[in-house]
């Protein structure tokens, strides 16, 4: 019998050598997809990533181009407003010179005062055209600056209105 129980224990010994080699293999094989499938994952969160970055440098060059854009629009309402208060308070001072200048025309004496006077009165009426010219194109200009056709004809004539009256006495 112990020649047998001998013989024996090489095969067990051989059957569990086939099955720790078996399971050596398995685990090999499980640890390399498992290798496998973290690298793909891995991957694909750097795909990921970079494509974060990307997105938010590109959402921050737009949001800086478009603060630009706003920066820029308002820097030109403020200058349009400023320009509007600058160019009624010309054609008024204009309009002004103009009456003096009227005042001055009818109290001239003589030939060479009246003609001076003529003169200064005549140039007086050319600067309140010109300033009323100006303030026209700048009607105009609003109309071709409006989001619509229609906001920009009622912005013009509100502005041409307003420049009626003190325009009236160049044409006078």
């Given amino acids: 019998m112990d020649s047998q129980s001998q ?17 050596a293999v398995g685990f090999a094989i ?3 997809t498992t290798k496998s499938d973290l ?11 970079q494509r974060a970055t990307r997105t938010e440098a590109t959402e921050r060059a737009f949001g800086a181009r ?8 308002r820097r030109r309402l403020l200058r349009s407003r400023g320009e509007e208060r600058n160019l009624h308070a010309t054609i008024n001072k204009e309009v002004g010179e103009l009456k003096q200048a009227q005042r001055e025309v009818a109290g001239a004496q003589g030939t060479a005062e009246r003609e001076a006077v003529e003169l200064k009165h005549a140039r007086a009426r050319a600067d309140v055209a010109a300033a009323c010219a100006r303030g026209t194109v700048d009607a105009i200009n609003r109309f071709f600056d409006a989001e619509s056709a229609k906001a920009g004809a009622n912005r013009a004539m509100r ?5 009626q009256r003190p325009c009236q006495s160049a044409v006078q």
């Fill in 159 to 163: 502005e041409l209105e307003r420049l």
């Fill in 39 to 49: 690298d793909d994952a891995e991957a694909t969160i750097d795909r990921q990533e």
């Fill in 30 to 32: 499980w640890a390399f």
């Fill in 66 to 73: 478009a603060e630009g854009a706003y920066r820029r629009v």
């Fill in 7 to 23: 013989s024996g224990r090489p095969v067990v010994w051989i059957a569990l050598t086939a099955i720790f080699a078996l399971a």
